[in-house]
């Protein structure tokens, strides 16, 4: 199974921007579509952007299309979440995903390898 670790998080201020980085390894990156989540305080794990596995599609909520951008380097074995126009509904703690296959993926549910996430925090 992948290990997954999230970095890139911190603190940052409305209208600001934070690129978070997700190093994969223990498997071949390529068989593995992508995905980005965030969970805030007291609330549910929010899905945020899918990439397949060659980064040729990809696809973003409603909530953050726009302002934030998903690709993937397969040769650095890592997913990118750009994040620009920062708001503070923003904070929360970010993780990535992976999963095996085809198809779009958006529930948590469909994903079964985790990061442990990384904290972004947006001030005003």
């Known amino acids: 199974q992948v290990q997954l670790v999230e970095s890139g998080g911190g603190l940052v201020q409305a209208g600001g921007s934070l690129r978070l980085s997700c190093a994969a390894s223990?498997?071949?990156?390529?068989?593995?579509?992508m995905g980005w989540f965030r969970q805030a305080p007291g609330k549910k794990r929010e899905f945020l952007a899918f990439?397949?596995?060659?980064?040729?599609?990809?696809y973003l909520a409603s909530s953050v299309k726009g302002r934030f951008t998903i690709s993937r380097d397969n040769a650095k074995n890592t997913v990118y979440l750009e994040m620009n126009g920062l708001k503070l509904v923003d904070t929360a703690v970010y993780y990535c995903?992976?999963?095996?296959?085809?198809?779009?993926?958006?529930?948590?549910?469909?994903?079964?390898?985790w990061g442990q996430g990384t904290q972004v925090t947006v001030s005003s």
């Open positions: 995903a992976a999963e095996h296959g085809a198809g779009l993926l958006i529930e948590e549910s469909d994903f079964s390898s």
């Open positions: 223990g498997g071949t990156f390529t068989s593995y579509a």
């Open positions: 990439i397949d596995w060659s980064g040729s599609t990809t």
